[in-house]
């Protein structure tokens, strides 16, 4: 009999650790949305209507592109690097300079 009580603590901690787990992970995506919804804000801000549907074209195709030119533009935007707001030619040349950036170089052995 001691031995049910015991496997009954254990389920217990698994329950816990479960559920604090689920929660954890609740949080940081509460926390991700969060800050998709504050780096949406800013964008719309700082970007004219059409540069935005531009950068929602881009998201589609290459989300991690997106994201990093969501970065580069909220950066420039809040040093006054660039122009507020920035249209779609500006963000052509930006989005160029951050692809090139970004792209990646692949090598091969024969």
């Given amino acids: ?48 209507p059409a540069a935005l549907a531009r950068l929602d074209n881009i ?8 994201e990093a030119l969501e970065q580069q533009l909220i950066a420039l935007a809040s040093s006054g690097r660039v122009r507020v707001p920035i249209d779609e030619d500006t963000l052509k040349e930006i989005l160029e300079a951050v692809y090139s950036q970004s792209k990646r170089e692949y090598r091969f052995r024969l």
Avoid: F, H
């Avoid at 001691?2 to 009954?8: P, Q």
């Avoid at 698994?14 to 992970?25: A, F, N």
């Avoid at 998201?59 to 997106?66: F, I």
């Fill in 1 to 48: 009999m001691a031995e049910g009580g015991y496997e009954d603590r254990e389920l217990e901690e698994l329950r816990r650790k479960k559920l604090e787990e689920l929660q954890k992970k609740a949080e940081l995506e509460r926390q991700a949305q969060i800050a998709a919804a504050q780096r949406r804000i800013a964008l719309k801000k700082i970007l004219t």
């Fill in 59 to 66: 998201r589609v195709v290459r989300p991690e592109l997106a």
